[in-house]
């Protein structure tokens, strides 16, 4: 599932990365991969912000702010109806997610 387009926090810093391959086994939506002994991101726009790779990666490769940000918007709109309310421009309503 993709969440709305370039919003999420996740940054990654391939140069920490040891190719352990945690975060691949522990992001529930298919965000990472392990190419050339690597982690990739393969879709950063499916990221939910859950911080299951930061927890999981002790090499410090990745950074997310966890249940933040426009995802967080989206699963209220899941669970509450209609659709997600966010202006992250920082003007007007800060709606669900800022």
């Known amino acids: 599932m993709k969440y709305l387009p370039n919003t999420a926090s996740l940054e990654y810093f391939p140069l920490h990365c040891v190719g352990c391959g945690m975060c691949v086994e522990v992001c529930p939506h298919g965000v990472f991969a392990l190419e050339n002994k690597k982690a990739v991101v393969l879709e950063r726009?499916?990221?939910?912000?859950?911080?299951?790779?930061?927890?999981?990666?002790?090499?410090?490769?990745?950074?997310?702010?966890?249940?933040?940000?426009?995802?967080?918007?989206?699963?209220?709109?899941?669970?509450?109806?209609?659709?997600?309310?966010?202006?992250?421009?920082?003007k007007g309503k800060t709606g669900d997610c800022c």
């Open 45 to 90: 726009d499916r990221c939910m912000e859950c911080g299951a790779c930061i927890t999981n990666c002790a090499f410090g490769a990745l950074k997310v702010d966890r249940g933040v940000g426009c995802a967080a918007a989206v699963i209220r709109s899941m669970i509450n109806g209609g659709e997600p309310s966010c202006d992250c421009s920082g």
